[in-house]
């Protein structure tokens, strides 16, 4: 309901995303002990301009779909880098069932649950599809790789200052 209306409710500021990765881990931390899931950390010593409430949410999102899709007793590696612009990348790689090739261009779609969906019962095909329309409009872009039977690697791409001027006209 709130989507319509987000960019009224954005509050940029510069955030650690340490510290947002771990909230949400901790939040699911019972979860991951039922399925036995660690997560390997790399440095995610950046910082990025951003608002922290909804990059929460869209963590939250991608890590409850890794923690869904992953095998029991399974690792999800979460890592950041600078890419050729100067922009930050916060990646999120599971090694759960992955994503068919046919399906990798329809996962944002309001509604859409793909080959996973029909196989569990908790998809809803409304995660990915709030967490793409939020990101767009705190300027994140989130894109993916994937590979059946290998997993996936969903990556936030964070603007670099002058695309916040862009975006937010300040």
């Known amino acids: 309901t709130r ?3 987000i960019e009224k409710d954005n509050y940029l500021t510069e955030i650690e995303l340490r510290t947002v990765v771990f909230k949400e881990i901790r939040a699911m931390q019972a979860w991951c002990l039922e399925k036995d899931i660690g997560f390997d950390i790399g440095e995610l010593t950046a910082n990025v301009m951003t608002d922290s409430k909804w990059i929460a949410f869209i963590v939250r999102q991608l890590l409850s779909n890794a923690i869904k899709y992953s095998p029991v007793k399974s690792e999800i590696f979460i890592f950041t880098e600078i890419d050729s612009s100067g922009a930050t990348l916060l990646h999120i790689k599971d090694a759960g069932m992955g994503i068919r090739a046919e399906d990798l261009p329809r996962i944002f779609q309001k509604s859409y649950t793909g080959t996973a969906g029909r196989e569990s019962a908790q998809s809803t095909g409304m995660g990915l599809y709030l967490a793409q329309n939020i990101a767009q409009k705190i300027g994140v872009r ?7 039977g290998e997993g996936s690697v969903f990556t936030l791409r964070f603007p670099l ?3 916040y001027v862009k975006l937010t006209g300040r």
């Open 142 to 148: 989130i894109s993916v790789q994937s590979v059946v």
């Open 3 to 5: 989507l319509a209306s």
């Open 161 to 163: 200052q002058n695309e």
